[in-house]
Nanobody, 117 residues
Framework: QVQLVESGGGLAQPGGSLTVSCAAS????????MGWYRQAPGLEREMVAR???????GYADSVKARFTISRDNGKSTVYLRMNSLTPEDTAVYYC???????????WGQGTQVTVSS
């Protein structure tokens, strides 16, 4: 079973950038599709971006061309680089690990991203 620890959230100005990271431990990273989800107050959790072990990526329409997901398999870490941030990007960002063997999903504790002037 994998454990996930996020870091790197915080406050950014509109138009600014932030990178959040998620370190995985406890299982082989190569079996997991990694993803970032977010949840804003009063809204449902939504998928932001995901990346397969082979580095194929997918993005929500709202973040395409602004956000970039990447993974370092040697460090068992996934990153989300967020550019051109807007207040609508304000949310708690959660790291997700989808086990391709068991189809189980695991979640990190979340990291707050706030975009405000």
């Amino acid at each position: 079973q994998v454990q996930l620890v996020e870091s790197g959230g915080g406050l950014a100005q509109p138009g600014g950038s932030l990178t959040v990271s998620c370190a995985a431990s406890g299982d082989s990273f190569s079996y997991y599709v990694m993803g970032w989800y977010r949840q804003a107050p009063g809204l449902e959790r939504e998928m932001v971006a995901r990346i397969t072990p082979g580095a194929s990526t997918g993005y929500a329409d709202s973040v395409k061309a602004r956000f970039t997901i990447s993974r370092d398999n040697g460090k068992s870490t996934v990153y989300l680089r967020m550019n051109s941030l807007t207040p609508e990007d304000t949310a708690v960002y959660y790291c997700n690990a989808h086990d391709m063997r068991s189809r189980q999903d695991f979640w990190g504790q979340g990291t707050q991203v706030t975009v405000s002037s």
